[in-house]
């Protein structure tokens, strides 16, 4: 793939990768549907590389503002309580999650 | 009645996920005011989900910085307004709670993605509410449901709280029934704040001080790009009217080119996209939010199923396009390319605003649309085609009401949108209210409320 000529047309494979990149599960009907749909949005994105952009600089944030630092003082934060409040299951003080070690992600 | 109950009572539109009991206010500028919030900014009373299953439930732990202002300055917060699930559409059709309809007519949309917070306003059901824009989300609703909706500069109002979409585009701002009104909540809700690493540090400009002064000698500049065969017949008469009215307000016209116009959608849809792929990372099943049911072996099932449940059609297109934009080997040719565009339209923007004060157009093409009209994704965006180069560029952006059409059968809202540079929201407000007093399009009022 030429990185300087956008594709429109996604494969399967392809829907399938971009879903696992964004952990999403999906189905054999959803993929279909999502290469249709992307596949649209690509060729009316396609336009972009009509566009010359050369020695054009990326501009990242409107603003281009330069990082506020805080003083470095102790301040309120929340408490483990609330911050366990809206966890779907936890465990006595913990999220509860299912074994990390051994995984293949 | 108390406002608890006529809202319950008259909100046949869906326009509120959650009605609340009001409290006594405070003493403030705003004492007394009735505002809507919408529900994809954290209240700490009720709930905030952004229109999905993925947050049903969540009830935060803080207030975003907007809803704290908004109680000091005496508001009186009604409850929380359906959107668009995480803000992503024009339609408020993509809601996990229902669509929302318009009150101008319950067959078409409100637009979208603040459209609850643009009906409860229309509808009269309160005096103000506040929304988000990310691409148009505040001002084309705010246009579809005949009413005013203001986007301030980037960074003018705290976003700590907001709930990120994309962080570079989003902002929040109001919906009112006049621009004083969006004046005076935006006095109260803007200024620095030390929350939000992207507030601007500058003084910010009082709003409400010379409001009702004209602009003498306003130079209004008007795009060939706003104009033509892509807006609907009574879309183009209603702007060329508010030219006119504005020519009678002593302003000269100056003709413009932004032939960026063109491509600022598909720059959003890669811009906009890859944000939200990363900020809605963190919807992961286990800290907040939805979390399957079944039985998961590992951490990847239990991410990829709790998200694939919790997450809309709409949603997950857009994290899947942003992920893709933002993936090895085509970074940059969509993601940085995107970029460099952004430069260009904000180049194209500076270059404009040296010979007007004020861009002017119609917010959309079209009035609003019928319910499930747009199923095909590339159709709905392009609504966003004249909103979302404000967005890209950071500047401040209204829509107000300046006429109606009869196309369609029934009485539909257009909206006239006027932009202005970085940090000229006193201006742009300015500029509104000379059309806003020359006019009565905002005294009307969709049918007959109780």
Redesign the interface.
């Known amino acids: 793939?030429n990185?300087?000529?956008?594709q429109t047309e996604?494969t399967d494979d392809?829907?399938r990768h971009?879903?696992?990149?964004?952990?999403?599960?999906?189905t054999v009907s959803e993929v279909s549907k999502?290469k249709k749909?992307?596949t649209?949005?690509f060729t009316?994105?396609s336009?972009?590389?009509a566009?010359d952009?050369d020695g054009?600089?990326?501009?990242?944030?409107?603003?281009e503002?330069l990082?506020?630092l805080?003083e470095d003082t102790r301040s309120d934060t929340?408490s483990q309580q609330?911050?366990l409040?809206?966890?779907?299951?936890i465990k006595d003080v913990y999220?509860a999650?299912?074994?990390?070690l051994g995984?293949s992600? | 009645m108390s406002t608890t109950q006529h809202i319950k009572k008259n909100d046949i539109y869906n326009a509120f996920h959650e009605i609340w009991e009001t409290e006594e206010p405070s003493d403030g500028v705003l004492h007394g005011l009735c505002i809507a919030i919408k529900d994809n900014i954290v209240t700490k009373k009720g709930t905030t989900t952004c229109g999905s299953k993925m947050l049903k439930g969540y009830n935060s732990p803080f207030n975003a910085t907007v809803v704290d202002r908004l109680e000091n300055a005496g508001a009186v917060l009604v409850g929380k307004t359906n959107c668009d699930e995480f803000a992503m559409g024009s339609s408020t059709e993509h809601c996990a709670w229902g669509p929302v309809k318009n009150p101008w007519d319950t067959n078409r949309v409100p637009g979208g993605s603040s459209g609850g917070s643009a009906v409860a306003v229309a509808a009269n059901l309160c005096d103000a509410a506040l929304g988000s824009d990310t691409g148009g989300s505040i001002r084309q609703p705010a246009a579809l449901c005949g009413v005013v909706g203001y986007k301030p500069t980037y960074g003018n109002v705290s976003r700590y709280g907001l709930v990120a979409f994309a962080s570079s585009l989003d902002q929040i701002g109001t919906f009112t029934h006049s621009v004083e009104d969006a004046a005076k909540i935006t006095q109260c809700i803007s200024g620095y704040d030390e929350l939000d690493s992207t507030s601007y540090p500058e003084t910010h400009p009082d709003l409400c001080e010379n409001l009702k002064n004209p602009i003498k000698h306003l130079r209004i500049g008007v795009p060939s790009q706003y104009i033509g065969s892509n807006n609907e017949t009574a879309v183009n008469d209603a702007i060329q009217d508010a030219i006119d009215t504005y020519k009678k307000l002593g302003a000269s016209i100056v003709e413009l080119e932004l032939p960026l116009t063109d491509v600022g959608i598909s720059t959003y849809y890669v811009l906009a996209p890859a944000e939200a792929s990363s900020n809605l990372a963190r919807y992961d099943g286990i800290r907040y939010g939805h979390r399957t049911d079944e039985l998961c072996s590992d951490l990847f099932e239990l991410y990829s199923k709790s998200r694939a449940e919790g997450f809309g059609d709409e949603v997950k297109r857009r994290i899947m396009l942003g992920t893709y934009v933002l993936s090895s080997g085509y970074y940059e040719a969509y993601y940085n390319n995107a970029l460099k565009i952004r430069r260009l339209i904000c180049e194209e923007y500076k270059t404009a605003f040296e010979s007007c004060d004020v861009i002017l157009g119609p917010t959309t093409p079209t009035v609003a649309f019928p319910l499930g009209s747009t199923a095909d994704p590339v159709s709905m965006y392009l609504n966003d085609v004249y909103t979302a180069n404000t967005n890209i560029a950071g500047i401040c952006g209204i829509s107000i009401p300046c006429g109606f059409s009869e196309e369609h059968g029934s009485r539909l809202p257009i909206g006239l949108h006027l932009q202005c540079a970085w940090h000229e929201d006193a201006k742009l407000l300015r500029i509104a209210q000379m059309f806003e007093s020359a006019t009565t399009f905002h005294t009307e009022r969709p049918g007959a409320i109780a």
């Open positions: 793939m990185e300087n000529q956008p996604l392809e829907i971009v879903a696992h990149l964004a952990r999403l599960a999906i999502a749909d992307l649209a949005i009316h994105i336009r972009l590389s566009v952009t054009v600089q990326p501009l990242d944030h409107p603003t503002l990082n506020h805080r929340l609330q911050v409040a809206n966890a779907p299951v999220f999650v299912p074994k990390v995984e992600i």
